[in-house]
T-cell receptor, first 111, second 113 residues
Framework: QKEVEQNSGPLSVPEGAIASLNCTYS??????FFWYRQYSGKSPELIMS????GDKEDGRFTAQLNKASQYVSLLIRDSQPSDSATYLC???????????FGKGTRLHILP | DAGITQSPRHKVTETGTPVTLRCHQT?????MYWYRQDPGHGLRLIHY???????DKGEVSDGYSVSRSKTEDFLLTLESATSSQTSVYFC????????????FGPGTRLTVT
């Protein structure tokens, strides 16, 4: 069974600090990796996609991928109260039209 | 919201009644998905479609059927609603099969009493 694992949290981070969210996946054939942000009562919103090993930066967000360790992470710099949400990790395993979601990590930014 | 609408946005129904949820997109995307989201389970795929009249089952398809007679509409039917189908239902689209990025509609909150 292909799985995506995340710590459910909550992860509490002081405002202005770096929030670090982690995800592991089981299928070594995975090729596409995504981070979604979901506010309470809202739909998931895609914030980062990453396809190759290394770092990808977009504003305050950095996605990191290590395929050898089957590990993907999201760093949020200068955390703001508006970053408080649930963050979902998702993986496309290649040769498949579907993506598998982790259960999400709740992030709470402390003012 | 990638031009995706869902209707109804909220619905309360009784056990044993059929229910149909609609997902409508305006961008002519080929791939469409139905998920349910429940506390402790995350997002789980119910069914998906890769074209008109082309559909396939997901992880939790029992008790659900789908139809896609037009590119823009993907319907999810609960043939006989049960309390275990109380959930939030999301529709999603994939614009291309290179990135596999998915974009979600606003969701439908369904309560089965």
């Amino acid at each position: 069974q292909k799985e995506v694992e995340q710590n459910s949290g909550p992860l509490s981070v002081p405002e202005g600090a770096i929030a670090s969210l982690n995800c592991t996946y089981s299928d070594r054939g995975s090729q596409s990796f995504f981070w979604y942000r979901q506010y309470s009562g809202k739909s998931p919103e895609l914030i980062m996609s990453i396809y190759s090993n290394g770092d990808k930066e977009d504003g305050r967000f950095t996605a990191q991928l290590n395929k050898a360790s089957q590990y993907v992470s999201l760093l949020i710099r200068d955390s703001q109260p508006s970053d408080s949400a649930t963050y979902l990790c998702a993986v496309n395993t290649g040769g498949d039209d579907k993506i598998i979601f982790g259960k999400g990590t709740r992030l709470h930014i402390l003012p | 919201d990638a031009g995706i609408t869902q209707s109804p946005r909220h619905k309360v129904t009784e056990t044993g009644t059929p229910v149909t949820l609609r997902c409508h997109q305006t961008e002519n995307h080929r791939y469409m998905y139905w998920y349910r989201q429940d506390p402790g389970h995350g997002l789980r795929l119910i069914h998906y479609s890769y074209g008109v009249k082309d559909t396939d089952k997901g992880e939790v398809s029992d008790g659900y059927s789908v139809s896609r007679s037009k590119t823009e509409d993907f319907l999810l039917t609960l043939e006989s609603a049960t309390s275990s189908q109380t959930s939030v239902y999301f529709c999603a689209i994939t614009p291309d099969r290179v990135s596999y990025e998915q974009y979600f509609g606003p969701g439908t909150r369904l309560t089965v009493t």
